[in-house]
């Protein structure tokens, strides 16, 4: 499935080292193509106790979890929209990605310097914010413009809902409203999906804070939260999550029961972006091998088999489908099938988070 995170900010504001914590919890890190320059891509394991229950009770040969790419984007510097810095080559990085982490610095260092002179969460986001959204209606006009030569020619051309869209957008950002909170109907925000606008993609905000500032991040988190809302706001400290990746896991756990946490910000950190890109996860359970498998929410069956091989979506012929507890009562597979708790669901089956299938198929 493939899809991306990005990382953004202005620079300086930790965006590099939760990148580095990042790769550390995940299986690999490499350079991959992107656009005209190369981005780093962590490519990272979304932590998963389900699959870990299911994994001791089943004990398959193979036990393979669902995984999150997170891209790291360079920093953006006031103007970019106009080329400033990295410019259109920083925008177009954004272009390609599904969500966006958009990093805050919260804290204060004399070591760093922050690039506008000081710490003021709500000052950067609006910074950033600001050069999304001019450079998303420089594009939406452009393509405006491309769009109404067909139409005065063909005025009920295909072109006429995206024109129409895009209309409702120009004049929501020329109001400095992002894409994603203007009031547009689900056709019109369909419409728009094929020009990737940058303020259209979901956005999770990570206050970067100081250790000390830790759980709940601190008078800059607070700030934070009431401008784009609490519940969009996850704190951590990037430098102690980048340093928590050279503990054992024992001593990871004590010292994050230190710190008031439950569990690592960047598990909280994935398992939230997995959450932002509107996932969920079901389990197979053939060959031997125990495998997660993200899909978008609402994902009928018969697609969710396409997501294993094209051939079984092609040649979909029923599924087989059990809750993830009915598994874990049952005890086994076999078990399960015993007490009947396994049913057959056809290719409109809405795949539910957390269900175990087997799908049949026409080879």
Not at 8 to 35: D, Q, W
Not at 197 to 204: D, E, H, R
Not at 296 to 325: C, L, N, Q, S
Request: charged share 25%; with cysteine; aromatic share 6%.
């Amino acid at each position: 499935m493939a899809l991306n995170i990005g990382i953004i900010g202005l620079p300086n504001v930790g965006k590099s080292t939760l990148f580095n914590a990042l790769t550390r919890a995940g299986v690999e890190a490499s350079n991959y193509p992107f656009c005209t320059v190369e981005p780093n891509v962590g490519v990272v394991e979304v932590p998963d106790g389900r699959l870990q229950r299911l994994n001791e009770l089943l004990h398959p040969e193979a036990c393979i979890p669902s995984f999150v790419h997170f891209v790291d984007i360079a920093g953006l510097v006031r103007g970019a929209s106009r080329g400033e810095g990295l410019g259109n080559r920083f925008l177009a990085r954004i272009r390609e990605v599904d969500a966006l982490v958009h990093l805050v610095r919260c804290y204060e260092s004399g070591n760093v310097p922050h690039v506008d002179g000081g710490v003021d969460p709500v000052r950067d986001v609006e910074t950033v914010e600001t050069e999304l959204k001019l450079a998303d209606l420089e594009s939406a006009e452009g393509i405006a413009r491309r769009l109404e030569k067909p139409l005065r020619s063909h005025p009920r051309a295909p072109e006429r809902e995206a024109y129409e869209a895009l209309g409702l957008a120009i004049e929501g950002l020329g109001r400095s409203v992002p894409v994603r909170e203007q009031d547009l109907t689900e056709a019109q925000s369909e419409a728009l999906v094929p020009f990737s606008f940058l303020t259209a993609k979901p956005v999770l905000y990570i206050s970067n804070v100081s250790e000390t500032d830790l759980p709940d991040g601190g008078a800059p988190t607070a700030r934070l939260r009431a401008l784009v809302g609490s519940g969009n706001v996850l704190p951590l400290a990037a430098q102690i999550e980048a340093e928590l990746g050279e503990l054992s896991p024992a001593d990871q756990k004590l010292f994050v029961a230190d710190m008031g946490l439950k569990q690592p910000g960047v598990s909280r950190l994935i398992r939230a972006g997995y959450d932002l890109l509107g996932l969920i996860t079901f389990y197979t359970t053939t060959n031997e091998k125990l495998q997660a498998w993200e899909i978008r929410e609402g994902t009928r069956a018969a697609p969710a088999a396409g997501r294993i091989h094209t051939d079984m979506e092609r040649g979909f012929i029923r599924a087989e489908v059990a809750g993830y507890k009915d598994v874990l009562a049952a005890g086994s597979i076999a078990g399960l099938r015993e007490t009947g708790r396994m049913r057959a669901e056809g290719g409109q089956y809405a795949v539910q988070d957390g269900d175990v299938i087997r799908f049949l198929f026409n080879e």
